[in-house]
Structures are given as structure tokens and as C-alpha cells.
């Protein structure tokens, strides 16, 4: 049994995540192909067999061409004719939101209706309930010195699907902001100065810097200048990174 695996992320008029995407998806093959059990030299140098080949993609939920589940559908033929007979879906997204409880597995049923039996489709689980996610931000935030985090993160719709991104925070003795729903990133800032902090950190619980990630780093502009007693500092998003990859991977797996 050979299997193909398709990366699959929100989707952005930015090229800038998709670009990100392209990178993430090369750091996997290259994890994958060192997991492969058997190498046959060629040329003078190492490939894998014909019957080992690597198969990764991406895919985007939204502001694709084409919806997800014909991005799946074209992919997952890509992979029969490589050889393979089952397709593994990872998404890339950080919380359990609609997306990825409702959309993202309604798009997989479309697709392995149209597709039949001749490949199966497997959705593993999202990147944001893999537990490195923590000690991976906690390497990042390690290398900005603040009284007071804040971990700003989208935000959904969805009842409880915070309760992950809260947890993080709570271990890592920051406090939680959201983009879309409250509280703001401007209401927790407003907290943390009135509680006498003066050097606040923000970390863009995103994964790659897009219009969003942008739209932050303004937002907090204006927050320079409506307290300019406090010195506020902006992390980078996670970012495409051989950790990351690793914990991909990991998911792949399971």
C-alpha cells in the first residue's frame, strides 16, 4: 500500500502563504524520503525506487481556482497514476473551527464520492491539535524578552474551539487575543497597561505572514502611538521551519 499526502491550508489572495506552502511541502518530501526503508543508487547517486515515490501536494479551502474538493479529486489522480491507493489529507489550520470540523471533511466526502473506490481518502488531524505546537512557540517567544504576552490568534465561530489555543497561553503564562471574535487584541492590551505592564509582546498565532499578519502589525502602530509609554514588540508568525515539518509529519503517521 502506497499513499500520497495533500497539505491543505485556509487559502489567500496573498501569495505569500501559498509560497510558504510550496516550502513546507519540499521539507516533507525531504523528511519522508529519509524515512523510506529501501534506497536504490542510480547515476552515481541515491533515489527512491519507482514504487517509492513521494507523492506531496497542496490544496486551499478558499480563493483557490477550483474548490477544494476538485483540488483533491485532480491530486488524488496525480497519485493513482504514481501507484498509490490511498490519499492522507493533513490540514494546516490552528484551530478546530468550522473549517476544519465541517468544511474541510464535507470537501473530502465530495471527493471520494466522484472518485469511487480506486483510492481512499484519509483525513488525519489538524496541525493545531498536535501538542509540539507549545515548545514550538515557546522556541520562538524565547528569543523576545516582554513583561506581558499576548498570543493573538484568529478566532472561530465555533463554541469551544479556543479551549486548545487558551490552553497554550495559559501554559506559557501569556494571555489570549483574537482577530475575529472578542476579546480583541486592543481590549487585552488595554488590560495588560492598566495592570502596569510596559513591555508587551504579541505573538501571531498564524502560520504564515500574509494580509492578516500585515493588518497586526498595523494595528499595533496604533497601539504605539495611544500609549507610547509601553514598548510593544511583534513576533514573527510560526513560519515554514524543519520543526514544523516535524510535527507534519507526525500527524502523517497517526
Not at 476544519?100 to 466522484?114: F, N, R, Y
Not at 513583561?147 to 487558551?166: C, M, N, Y
Not at 500609549?227 to 513576533?235: G, I, R, S, W
Request: aromatic share 6%; hydrophobic share 50%; net charge negative.
Amino acid at each position: 500500500m502506497s499513499s500520497a499526502y495533500l497539505l491543505v491550508s485556509h487559502g489567500s489572495r496573498d501569495p505569500r502563504p501559498e509560497i510558504a506552502m510550496q516550502q513546507l511541502a519540499g521539507l516533507v518530501v525531504q523528511k519522508l524520503q529519509k524515512n523510506l526503508p529501501e534506497l536504490i543508487p542510480a547515476n552515481g547517486g541515491v533515489v527512491s525506487s519507482p514504487k517509492q515515490k513521494i507523492l506531496v501536494g497542496i490544496a486551499s479551502l478558499e480563493m483557490g481556482a477550483e474548490a477544494l474538493h476538485e483540488q483533491i479529486k485532480q491530486f488524488a489522480q496525480r497519485a493513482l497514476v504514481s501507484g498509490c491507493d490511498r490519499l492522507k489529507i493533513v490540514p494546516l489550520f490552528l484551530l478546530p473551527g468550522v473549517h476544519v470540523i465541517t468544511d474541510i471533511p464535507s470537501e473530502i466526502a465530495l471527493a471520494q464520492q466522484a472518485l469511487g473506490e480506486d483510492i481512499m481518502i484519509d483525513l488525519q488531524p489538524y496541525l493545531g491539535s498536535h501538542p509540539g505546537l507549545e515548545k514550538l512557540l515557546a522556541k520562538q517567544m524565547a528569543t523576545i524578552k516582554a513583561e506581558a504576552w499576548i498570543i493573538l490568534a484568529h478566532g472561530s465561530r465555533r463554541p469551544d474551539s479556543q479551549k486548545l489555543v487558551e490552553a497554550i497561553a495559559a501554559n506559557l503564562g501569556a494571555v489570549t487575543a483574537y482577530w475575529s471574535v472578542p476579546p480583541s487584541l486592543e481590549s487585552q492590551v488595554e488590560e495588560l497597561v492598566a495592570a502596569g505592564n510596559r513591555e508587551i509582546a504579541i505573538f501571531p498565532y498564524f502560520l504564515f505572514a500574509g494580509g492578516i499578519t500585515d493588518a497586526i502589525a498595523q494595528a499595533i502602530e496604533e497601539l504605539k502611538l495611544r500609549f507610547p509609554a509601553v514598548t510593544f514588540q511583534l513576533a514573527q508568525p510560526l513560519g515554514v521551519s524543519a520543526e514544523l515539518a516535524d510535527l507534519i509529519l507526525d500527524l502523517i503517521y497517526q
